[in-house]
């Protein structure tokens, strides 16, 4: 598990290294993707919540990363993401397990 | 879109063939499908929220009537329910979209 | 449910229809795909078990009812269809309750 | 398989309804999704072929049906069709079968 | 590969962790997780064969490693473990191909 | 990001193992898979787009790579390239962002 700043260094330059030269879809896929989980109808929490495990049962460790960063900046606590990853778990199926243990990881680290 | 009533009535029977004669494994795993939305470090309300995104990402049009119709029962909104599948759109691609629609049909009917 | 002459029928028009002009990518795919289920290291039984795991947890009804219907031809039993439907849910995931529930009625109808 | 007619009517129908009251995102997704198989550095008939296989692979009947009609639409034939659907048969394996009779049925009923 | 023994180890830690303050979902799921591969209508080695075949089509390296290697300790052959990763091919198409070569270093080394 | 002359190497060594002892269905399905990318109805460069396009929403980075480099080779440009990881994108969501990056970081070694 790399530390919070190498995250979004690699992070941000695997952004930067995407916009450069994209076509517009990607470009505007990206800013509205940026854009949807500000609070609206449902505050950001329950939307980070929500891509936490979209990212889970759709096993995408580098999503469930940046999801759960953004959780617990936004004052999610550790028992409520473990619950959210036992939602994923019973949607998803033993398929997710090795991603619950890097979620774990990683909670393990940050909290 | 079938009635309410009519939904239940062919999930509970459906459940009742799928627990005839089933393995411990498919009894034991409906049993904790059906506890792990109950209030817990989550509200049921958001919990029920993860299972509509789950099922939308997953495509699984069964299951997104389920948690729509468990999520409406338990209080949520219809603009938190269409804010969520906003979220599974994005995370999931253009793909999810003819979920989506069924699911505003559904919202069209129950609210 | 459809009945077993009717399956073959619909299931038969298709692959014609699907052979009809076809390029030699699509032909050599479906001649693979009709032997690769025939006795070998494994017998024909538990091949035709692997599929019915496959298409449960990838989620293609089609492909359910076409390695069942083949499993209790070769002499499957209903115990060891449930059992195997089992798997894949763990597996799988409550994603695949609503394909187990088709399952369960073709079984119910079919033996 | 409906008429053409009967499809925009259909998809139209529930695009409004996706559309009305819809939170920023899905309007911002779903107009992102219209534009992004404009002419471009690849012209729009390989980009619908693009979407014919992004949907197949991902087993979407209705994303399947919109691709192959705005193909033929914009000047595609049924022999580049059937072989853009043997490419997404071996790579998305013989879970996609159900996907492409449909699609083999289609394109009879078009051409 | 890693070893055997280190598999074991990194398995169990990661387990500990994830049972560690578990909500009740993720400690029933594991439980039944672990009992559903045991002897029951269908013998042990059946069911891990089951377990290789839904692991490669939704395509977890970590989960096929944990069935092969418990499929070699109940008694299965490096062939019979081959052929049910030939149903896998083709059922989950050419998108499988990188997690059958894993799978075949593995049995390579354990064989 | 491996060197050409590496990714050959690795990708030669793995099949070679595939097909040592490997029963006829995989030996078959290995050899359609190579030929089914030449030249027929359409162009061997719009297919390894198809190609890339259904390795990008099916997730498999060593599928992409493996599509990316052959397409490349066969003429496509780095804008052609770039466009279809959008219409990918689109289709298959925020999920696929990861593996986007990762092509970028190839091409941007590649061209």
Same mark, same amino acid.
């Given at each position: 598990m790399e530390k919070a700043s190498d995250f979004e260094t690699r992070r #941000? &330059? =695997?952004n930067a290294l995407l916009l450069k030269d994209a076509p517009l879809a990607i470009k505007r896929f990206l800013a509205l993707d940026h854009d949807a989980y500000d609070d609206g109808a449902l505050p950001k929490t329950t939307k980070e919540l929500l =891509?936490?495990?979209a990212s889970t049962v759709l096993r995408c460790d580098d999503c469930i990363e940046y999801h759960v960063r953004e959780s617990l900046e936004a004052g999610t606590t550790r028992d409520e993401l473990i619950e959210a990853l036992g939602i994923a778990l019973v949607a998803g199926g033993s398929i997710?397990?090795?991603?619950? &243990?890097s #979620?774990?990881?990683l909670l393990e680290e940050l909290t």
């Open positions: #941000a &330059r =695997g =891509g936490v495990v997710t397990i090795p991603h619950l &243990r #979620a774990m990881e």
